[in-house]
């Protein structure tokens, strides 16, 4: 009769250990190793890596973050949307990171961060052209208006190195459940055209540390946190990408001074993301001749 009133303690919020296999200890020779990549394509001197997702997700921030790392401190080459539902990118561009090791030479994988899709209007048919290659350097997306074949800013002739050769689809952590479906419907569709052409696909899940206050307290226990794996298994669900396509960053936001447990992260992310690409351009001829 006592116990009746007994209350029975909250669930844990972590598991007793990690789901997923994660070292904290390789930040130095990760970026080591990137530095050094060349693709194992031969007439390919760039892997080409297009980030699409909701606005404010994190893409402009997520390329942000890996140059900051291989910089060496904060920077702010692609300017951030810090709330969401503003589009701060407006222009097709190529974000190229320095390798500051070798002043003037460039790493052999680059950045293309788009307009931020929503539920109404967007640039979805731009976003399938881009990843053909057909979309060229400065175009201005307009959510009324796609791009043309007359246009200037239409590449009629794309190359190996036009064309994208991974598509990174970036949703935040904390917008996973309430995530609008039209913009869900339009990922979809991003995600099964990369497919019939071949290009690979990862989900970068942004926003863990916001999303959760396990890993908000201890970064290292994004992969012993319930929800954040609960998140993952819902954007599994929504955008049909498997659990080991689906990646946990927290990107860099408040900090003024690099921090090394978020780098392996995102580290771990790149080299993944690196390795879908390479694994792509590998089958595909040797030469740059045009691919559609």
């Not at 949307?81 to 561009?93: A, H």
């Not at 070798?102 to 052999?108: A, I, L």
């Not at 978020?262 to 080299?271: N, Q, S, Y």
Request: proline fraction near 5%; aromatic fraction near 8%.
């Amino acid at each position: 009769m006592g116990n009746k009133g007994t209350k029975q303690p909250p669930p844990k919020p972590d598991f007793d250990k990690p789901w997923r296999n994660m070292t904290w200890t390789d930040r130095k020779d990760t970026v080591e190793e990137l530095r050094k990549f060349k693709p194992g394509n031969t007439k390919l001197e760039t892997l080409k890596i297009l980030l699409v997702g909701s606005p404010g997700a994190g893409k402009s921030s997520f390329i942000n973050s890996i140059n900051n790392i291989f910089q060496g401190h904060i920077t702010t080459e692609a300017i951030a949307d810090d709330i969401g539902g503003l589009n701060f990118t407006k222009i097709y561009k190529t974000f190229y990171i320095e390798d500051r090791s070798s002043p003037g030479s460039k790493s052999s994988f680059a950045f293309i961060d788009t307009m931020g899709l929503n539920g109404s209007g967007g640039i979805t048919l731009d976003v399938i052209k881009a990843l053909r290659g057909h979309v060229k350097e400065g175009y201005k997306f307009n959510v009324a208006t796609p791009l043309s074949e007359g246009d200037p800013h239409y590449n009629k002739s794309p190359r190996l190195g036009d064309q994208v050769h991974c598509l990174v689809t970036v949703v935040a952590a904390d917008q996973v459940s309430i995530m609008d479906s039209k913009v869900v419907e339009k990922l979809r569709e991003l995600r099964l055209t990369a497919s019939d052409i071949g290009i690979p696909q990862v989900v970068l899940l942004t926003k863990v540390d916001i999303a959760c206050e396990l890993v908000k307290e201890d970064l290292k226990k994004v992969y012993t946190s319930k929800y954040v794996k609960e998140q993952m298994q819902k954007c599994s669900s929504k955008l049909g990408m498997p659990m080991n396509c689906i990646l946990p960053v927290m990107n860099y936001h408040n900090e003024i001074d690099l921090q090394n447990d978020l780098d392996e992260l995102l580290l771990k992310a790149l080299k993944q993301i690196v390795n879908f690409a390479d694994d792509y351009v590998r089958k595909l001829p040797c030469k740059n001749e045009n691919v559609f």
